[in-house]
């Protein structure tokens, strides 16, 4: 029954529109309620400034900077990231969008969104823990791409599960059970390389990013193809 | 023969070869012999793990009468993986206690280990999670090959980016192992007796899973 339902992909241009249809609907709803967004970022500043007042301003070495900033960016998205699918669920949404949507578009919808999400929160996050921390960044590029590489790999990553947590009733600490291991090999090399580069020792940078984009790009695909047999009943 | 006449014997032999037979490691002495027991229950951890992971494609791809039970079979083949993980652990950390002078140093390989043991353990809670759901065996099913794409990056490629601590026996640049002949021999041997009792205890695993099924079906 999947397989057959998988024969009858849709052409790229309906696939395109249902895409971006998705996405426009995920966003008003986020923009509406602010929730996931919203709890993200008050989460990251509260972490942010109790680490910083328990610093007592004193800063830390590049190595602990860099724990200290992915694991605020990580556990702040974390509520964000099961939000998309687990929302659906509960408001009763899911049934509605698995009849009307092809389940490709859902995935990439909620995989672009999550990515979006998960950036956003960087890009809120990065700089006010600079600033709070008194990181002194040797190489800034380099820090922005493995942000960025991070990000990507971190969302792509957490998305699938997110759908399958939301299948399992939407509880929270699931979602960090079953996505901390497979997230952990993004988290270890993200934050040796954002160490390396606030340290202006990012000699193995490109190896870094290399290893963060391949690992985007195989979970994205293997998630592409395994995401029908969690989202559609059989 | 059946496979676990085989293992009586193979199994005695390689622990009288890794004790008695196999000369003592290098720096490390008699203590180095634990080699021959976290080497092999490593490799069948492992293997127990893409063992799941294949079935779980079975399941999604071709469950039904063709390949009945595919489903549990994949759960006995993580319960089993997960026994072996953590016997890799224990005498690992044994090792290193030896070797380097404390039970844990987060080597690459230590950390690509223990991300083994902590996918092992999300796989057990999701599955307990969803209960006796409908969408159970098809969910963790997901969660296995989408586990198991992710093995080669922490198992194999984060070991050899980073610098470890381990020594390098069985893949190295040169494509060489070094080991002495008679302990490669007795790691051989040690390697097929553990992979030999993963089986023996899966194919007990499964006919209770059968005999499980028949008296559900029994009852309903």
């Known amino acids: 029954m999947i397989l057959q339902r998988r024969l ?22 986020e923009f509406r309620s602010r929730s996931a967004l919203g709890v993200a970022l008050v989460f ?34 974390m509520n964000g ?61 380099h820090l922005v791409l493995t942000v960025a590489a991070g990000g990507l790999a971190t969302a792509s990553a957490v998305t699938l599960l997110a759908a399958m947590v939301a299948k399992a009733g939407g509880r929270g600490p699931l979602f960090t059970v079953i996505s901390l291991p497979l997230v952990l090999p993004v988290l270890w090399v993200s934050i040796t390389a954002t160490g390396r580069a606030i340290s202006g020792t990012a000699a193995q940078g490109s190896r870094d990013l290399l290893f963060l984009l391949a690992f985007s790009g195989m979970v994205i695909a293997i998630s592409f193809i395994l995401f029908r047999f969690v989202w559609l009943d059989e | 023969m059946r496979i676990n006449w085989i293992l009586h014997i193979l199994m005695p032999v390689s622990i009288v070869l890794a004790f008695a037979w196999a000369p003592p490691v290098q720096a490390l002495g008699d203590a180095g012999r634990i080699i021959f027991f976290h080497v092999p229950v490593a490799i069948v951890s492992v293997a127990a793990f893409l063992l799941s992971g294949l079935l779980s494609i079975l399941y999604l791809f071709y469950h039904g009468e063709r390949f009945p039970m595919l489903a549990e079979k994949s759960h006995n083949s993580a319960c089993l993986g997960m026994l072996f ?131 559900g079906d029994r009852h309903e």
């Not at chain 2, 353990?121 to 209960?131: C, E, K, N, R, V």
């Open chain 1, 8 to 29: 009858s992909v849709k052409g790229g241009s309906a696939l395109g529109s249902e895409l971006v249809r998705n996405i426009i609907k995920d966003v008003r709803v």
């Open chain 1, 44 to 77: 990251a500043a509260v972490t942010t400034l109790a680490v910083s007042m328990v610093s007592g301003g004193v800063p830390f070495e590049p190595k602990v900077q860099a724990i200290l900033l992915w694991l605020i960016m990580y556990f702040s998205a």
């Open chain 1, 81 to 141: 990231l099961a939000h998309g699918f687990t929302r659906e669920a509960d408001q009763g949404t899911e049934l509605f969008l698995r009849i009307h949507s092809d389940p490709d578009a859902v995935y990439l919808s909620k995989l672009i969104f999550n990515i979006s999400l998960f950036m956003l929160v960087q890009c809120v996050v990065t700089p006010v823990f600079a600033v709070l921390m008194q990181v002194d960044v040797k190489d800034t590029v």
């Open chain 2, 85 to 215: 993980v953590i016997l890799t652990v224990i005498t690992g950390s044994i090792w290193a206690r030896i070797s380097w002078g404390s039970f844990w140093n987060w080597d690459p390989r230590e950390t690509s280990i223990v991300i083994l043991l902590l996918v092992y353990i999300a796989y057990f809670s999701l599955h307990s999670a969803l209960g006796r759901s409908g969408s159970r065996d098809r969910i963790t099913a997901v969660y296995l090959i989408f586990a198991m794409a992710m093995v080669p990056f922490f198992a194999f490629i984060v070991p050899r980016v980073y610098p470890s601590l381990h020594p390098d026996p069985i893949i190295n640049p040169d494509r060489q192992v070094h080991l002495e002949e008679r302990m490669k021999l007795t790691l051989l041997a040690s390697a097929v007796s553990f992979m030999l009792l993963y089986f023996y205890m899966f194919s007990i695993m499964n006919r209770m899973s059968i005999l499980k099924k028949k008296i």
